[in-house]
């Protein structure tokens, strides 16, 4: 995973130079393809959580979703339509864990972040994010 200080979401597609890029799939998971995983958002306290809980620590580049986000509690927007940015997003689910993370990590959190690991949007309308956006209502 990289670290980067904007991203460009396509709306109905995903996020420019993501492996998941409807039509442009060659991720791990490119076989089984979903429209409401656009783009993934990730809290940063899961973050803290898991090291103050479960004494795992685990870096904002390693939990493998798109976006981190601080204080936000993402599984209230389950459901609901919300900014990111100038982008608009809806929220379809929250991400599961994975035991493929734990491989690619060698750390065990699965466990821990169940009903931590994310939240699942769709891209609505597109447009450039940038580190410092903030999460408002639509």
């Known amino acids: 995973m990289e670290s980067f200080q904007e991203l460009s979401l396509i709306a109905g597609k995903g996020i420019v130079g993501d492996r998941y890029l409807i039509g442009q799939e060659a991720g791990f998971y490119s076989h089984k393809p979903e429209e409401g995983r656009q783009i993934t958002l990730f809290e940063i306290e899961t973050l803290e959580a898991l090291q103050r809980d479960a004494k795992i620590s685990l870096l904002p580049e390693e939990h493998r979703r798109n976006v981190t986000v601080q204080g936000v509690p993402l599984n209230h927007l389950v459901g609901r339509k919300f900014w990111l940015g100038d982008a608009l997003l809806e929220a379809t689910r929250l991400s599961t864990p994975c035991r ?35 999460v408002r209502e639509a």
């Open 100 to 134: 493929h993370i734990e491989e690619i990590l060698d750390k065990a959190v699965f466990d821990p972040m169940i009903n931590r690991a994310g939240l699942n949007c769709k891209i609505l309308r597109g447009g450039v994010i940038h580190v410092g956006d903030t």
